[in-house]
T-cell receptor, first 111, second 113 residues
């Protein structure tokens, strides 16, 4: 079965609305990361978040390791937030970039 | 700014031909990776390397070889390209000096015909 489950698979927002993206893991993990994939395909790291809450601008990531879940909150969404959000886990114990990715949440923000 | 560059950015290859995808990083990172992305499968790890002159198999290594001749360079080699290897390939690097965050290249789109 899939080790990293992301929900929702897709999401449509009106500009200014908030969004909550979820990531659930079927196995224990050491750390996780959130990435943003631009519509043209390039990937950008958003958060390396092994546990707890981290914030960067309008983005907030919260990871609860013992519950095997992480969330990404986007506040006051903008059109430029459109793209795919990917979460990935490291369960190797070595804290490297050997990640298992979810399939992503496709976000579309309309004016 | 961390930088990972890939070449070529796109390529059309013939079934049975040899394809080499190259990756260069200027991050001074020890770790480098090759991932492949397919619609419906997310990203999957093919090969990775912790140090020059050494490579390791990832989750889907069959049909691929890797080469790490120096800390900065990491290549992915398809000796006999097949239709099923049509995908977008991403190189990435990470290191303790950047908190183990993955830095990705722009991706290489490979179409095998």
């Amino acid at each position: 079965g899939q080790q990293v489950q992301q929900s929702p698979a897709s999401l449509v927002l009106q500009e200014g609305e908030n969004a909550e993206l979820q990531c659930n893991f079927s196995t224990s993990l050491n750390s996780m990361q959130w990435f943003y994939q631009r519509p043209e395909g390039s990937l950008v790291s958003l958060f390396y978040n092994p546990s707890g809450t981290k914030q960067s601008g309008r983005l907030t990531s919260t990871t609860v390791i013992k519950e095997r879940r992480s969330s990404l909150h986007i506040s006051s969404s903008q059109i430029t937030d459109s793209g795919t959000y990917l979460c990935a886990m490291d369960n190797t114990g070595a804290n490297t970039g050997k990640l298992t990715f979810g399939h992503g949440t496709i976000l579309r923000v309309h004016p | 700014e961390a930088a990972v560059t890939q070449s070529p950015r796109s390529k059309v290859a013939v079934t049975g031909g040899k394809v080499t995808l190259s990756c260069h990083q200027t991050n001074n990172h020890d770790y480098m990776y090759w991932y492949r992305q397919d619609t419906g499968h997310g990203l999957r790890l093919i090969h990775y390397s912790y140090v020059a002159d050494s490579t390791e198999k990832g989750d889907i290594p069959d049909g691929y070889k890797a080469s790490r001749p120096s800390q900065e360079n990491f290549s992915l080699i398809l000796e006999l390209a097949s239709l099923s290897q049509t995908a977008v390939y991403f190189c990435a690097s990470s290191g303790l000096n950047s908190g183990n965050t993955l830095y990705f290249g722009e991706g290489s789109r490979l179409i095998v015909v």
